[in-house]
C-alpha cells in the first residue's frame, strides 16, 4: 500500500491564481480531512469527508472548497490564493468513525506571493 | 468543545537524560488521546494512542504517555533521550467524525 500520497510537494502561486492539492488513499478508508499547518499554531482542520459524496467544514474552512467523488481522491481547491494561505497542507485518512487514528500524507508546501 | 494545550513551545535536554512532554486537554466527549512527531521537513507519524484500558501507554521509540483522567492530562515520556528524537511533538484529542483538534506543538531538542 501507498498510504495516502499527496501532490504537488511544492507549490508557489501568485495572489488570485487558482489551484488544487491533490490527495489520495489506497486503504479503502471511510474519512478523509485537509489540515493545514503553521509554525506555533499546530494543524487547523480545513474540510472532511466521512464518505464519497458527503464533506463538511472544519475550523478554517474560508478560501478553500472540497469534494469528493470516490473513496480514494479527495482534492482540495484554492479558488483565489491569498498570502493568508501560505502554509504546509496535509491530508489524513481514517478508517471509520470512532477510529480516530489519522494517517498523514507527506504534506504539501505551499507559497502565494 | 474540544481544546489542547501544550504547555511548552521547547524542551531543551541533553542526550541520555529523561524528559517529558505536557500536554492538558478539554473534551465535553468521550476521550481519545493521541502523540505524533514530526521530523524535519517530514510529514506527521502516530507515536502512541489511547482509547481506553490502561492509563499507561506505550509506543514507538521507547516513548510512553499516562492518561490522568482527574488531572485531564495525557503526558509523554521518555527515560533516555537520543539526537534522534529531536522533532515536534503533536497531542490531540478527537473531535467528532474521525477528525482530531490538535496542539500547538512541542519542539524537542536534544543536545550532545
Known amino acids: 500500500n501507498a498510504g495516502v500520497t499527496q501532490t504537488p510537494k511544492f507549490q508557489v502561486l501568485k495572489t488570485g491564481q487558482s489551484m488544487t492539492l491533490q490527495c489520495a488513499q489506497d486503504?479503502?478508508?471511510?474519512?478523509m480531512s485537509w489540515y493545514r499547518q503553521d509554525p506555533g499554531m499546530g494543524l487547523r482542520l480545513i474540510h472532511y469527508?466521512?464518505?464519497?459524496?458527503?464533506?463538511d467544514q472544519g475550523e478554517v474552512p474560508n478560501g478553500y472548497n472540497v469534494s469528493r467523488s470516490t473513496t480514494e481522491d479527495f482534492p482540495l481547491r484554492l479558488l483565489s490564493a491569498a498570502p493568508s494561505q501560505t502554509s504546509v497542507y496535509f491530508c489524513?485518512?481514517?478508517?471509520?468513525?470512532?477510529?480516530?487514528?489519522?494517517?498523514f500524507g507527506p504534506g504539501t508546501r505551499l507559497t502565494v506571493t | 468543545a474540544q481544546s489542547v494545550t501544550q504547555l511548552d513551545s521547547q524542551v531543551p535536554v541533553f542526550e541520555e537524560a529523561p524528559v517529558e512532554l505536557r500536554c492538558n486537554y478539554s473534551?465535553?466527549?468521550?476521550?481519545?488521546l493521541f502523540w505524533y512527531v514530526q521530523y524535519p521537513n517530514q510529514g506527521l507519524q502516530l507515536l502512541l494512542k489511547?482509547?481506553?484500558?490502561?492509563?499507561l501507554v506505550k509506543g514507538i521509540n521507547g516513548f510512553e504517555a499516562e492518561f490522568n483522567k482527574s488531572q485531564t492530562s495525557f503526558h509523554l515520556r521518555k527515560p533516555s533521550v537520543h539526537i534522534s528524537d529531536t522533532a515536534e511533538y503533536f497531542c490531540?484529542?478527537?473531535?467528532?467524525?474521525?477528525?482530531?483538534?490538535f496542539g500547538k506543538g512541542t519542539m524537542l531538542l536534544v543536545s550532545p
Open positions: 489524513a485518512s481514517s478508517y471509520s468513525i470512532g477510529s480516530y487514528e489519522q494517517y
Open positions: 489511547y482509547l481506553s484500558g490502561s492509563t
Open positions: 473534551s465535553s466527549v468521550s476521550v481519545y
Open positions: 490531540a484529542v478527537n473531535s467528532g467524525y474521525s477528525t482530531l483538534t
Open positions: 469527508s466521512v464518505g464519497a459524496g458527503i464533506t
Open positions: 486503504m479503502n478508508h471511510e474519512y
